[in-house]
């Protein structure tokens, strides 16, 4: 499964952006999805998941209040919708599938339990 993650852009400290993830190839409805992001200089962190009904969700501490990942299976399509953003949050957000539908916690957090990876979507926070 490829995933093609899209979204990202240069916003000011305080906005908000919309990241989508979409797979090609074949149906991601029926995966688990998550979002990670890699600050420059810095190793990739988890930010988020979401089970494959949408029904299970888990954040990052600093992603909660601020962030908010949802699915669209009709649509094929992942969302992390990030509001109050801050210049730390600059970084290159990935999305990842899993061949598992729920999501494990705090296994969802570590890289190998994700068996697909899209090619990420620079973020950038202005102060």
């Known amino acids: 499964v490829q995933l093609q993650a899209s979204g990202g852009g240069l916003v000011q400290a305080g906005g908000s952006l919309r990241l989508s993830c979409a797979p090609s190839?074949?149906?991601?409805?029926?995966?688990?999805a998550a979002w990670f992001r890699q600050a420059p200089g810095k190793e990739r962190e988890f930010v988020a998941a979401?089970?494959?009904?949408?029904?299970?969700?888990y954040l990052a501490d600093f992603a909660k209040g601020r962030f908010t990942i949802s699915r669209d299976n009709a649509k094929n399509t992942v969302y992390l919708q990030m509001n109050n953003l801050k210049p730390d949050d600059t970084a290159v957000y990935y999305c990842?599938?899993?061949?598992?539908?729920?999501?494990?916690?705090?296994?969802?957090?570590?890289?190998?339990?994700?068996?697909?990876w899209g090619q990420g979507t620079l973020v950038t926070v202005s102060s």
């Open positions: 990842a599938g899993s061949r598992a539908p729920v999501v494990e916690v705090p296994r969802c957090m570590e890289f190998d339990y994700w068996n697909y």
């Open positions: 190839g074949r149906a991601f409805n029926t995966y688990a």
């Open positions: 979401i089970s494959w009904t949408g029904s299970t969700s």
